[in-house]
T-cell receptor, first 115, second 108 residues
Framework: GAGVSQSPSNKVTEKGKDVELRCDPISGHTALYWYRQSLGQGLEFLIYFQGNSAPDKSGLPSDRFSAERTGGSVSTLTIQRTQQEDSAVYLC?????????????FGPGTRLLVL | KNEVEQSPQNLTAQEGEFITINCSYS?????LHWLQQHPGGGIVSLFMLSSGKKKHGRLIATINIQEKHSSLHITASHPRDSAVYIC??????????FGTGTSLTVIP
């Protein structure tokens, strides 16, 4: 079946603009995760969803970042007033159930470049 | 905060060699994952461990909860194993902390 998909695959934007990144998880997967991987850095956890609910938003880097999930499926990560330090690959993953012992399936990522 | 350290950072091996990648963490955890990231960025989950040992093909992962340490072994390494291997840990909830990765290159 189809894996996790993300769009756009690449996004170039100007500093100060807002961007929306989309994640389509594997159908039926309850849990959805957003991560960020900056150039030369490791993976950084941003937020996860159990269904449509995000119990822990503490990983979001600033209040310019927000995420939502509707219908227990598609999720959108929004970055307002983008800064150059937001440039990174944003990865989405989903798992069948929520729980840290579940296998996560990763999308291909959205490569964001803020000029 | 849970610190996750991986070693080595970079590893070059000849095809056929036995490879070990290590992961240490500072706080007791409930789950540890090993991930593989190929050039081009795609990430694949290899193992989830909460105790003991798991094997999948030529890959073996072990965890020692008391010593807060996990190892990923690759037997009979092959050039297609060349990738970045990432350790991720979680202890409560679903927040994960990642090591910086081990870049493996297997030379034919």
């Amino acid at each position: 079946g189809a894996g996790v998909s993300q769009s756009p695959s690449n996004k170039v934007t100007e500093k100060g603009k807002d961007v929306e990144l989309r994640c389509d998880p594997i159908s039926g997967h309850t849990a959805l995760y957003w991560y960020r991987q900056s150039l030369g850095q490791g993976l950084e956890f941003l937020i996860y969803f159990q269904g449509n609910s995000a119990p822990d938003k503490s990983g979001l880097p600033s209040d310019r970042f927000s995420a939502e999930r509707t219908g227990g499926s598609v999720s959108t990560l929004t970055i307002q007033r983008t800064q150059q330090e937001d440039s990174a690959v944003y990865l989405c993953a989903s798992s069948a159930q929520w729980g840290n012992q579940e296998t996560q399936y990763f999308g291909p990522g959205t490569r964001l470049l803020v000029l | 905060k849970n610190e996750v350290e991986q070693s080595p950072q970079n590893l070059t091996a000849q095809e056929g060699e036995f490879i070990t990648i290590n992961c240490s963490y500072s706080v007791g955890i409930s789950a540890l994952h090993w991930l593989q990231q190929h050039p081009g960025g795609g990430i694949v989950s290899l193992f989830m461990l909460s105790s003991g040992k798991k094997k999948h093909g030529r890959l073996i992962a072990t965890i020692n909860i008391q010593e807060k340490h996990s190892s990923l072994h690759i037997t009979a390494s092959h050039p297609r194993d060349s990738a970045v291997y990432i350790c991720a840990v979680s202890w409560t909830g679903n927040q994960f902390y990642f090591g910086t990765g081990t870049s493996l290159t297997v030379i034919p």
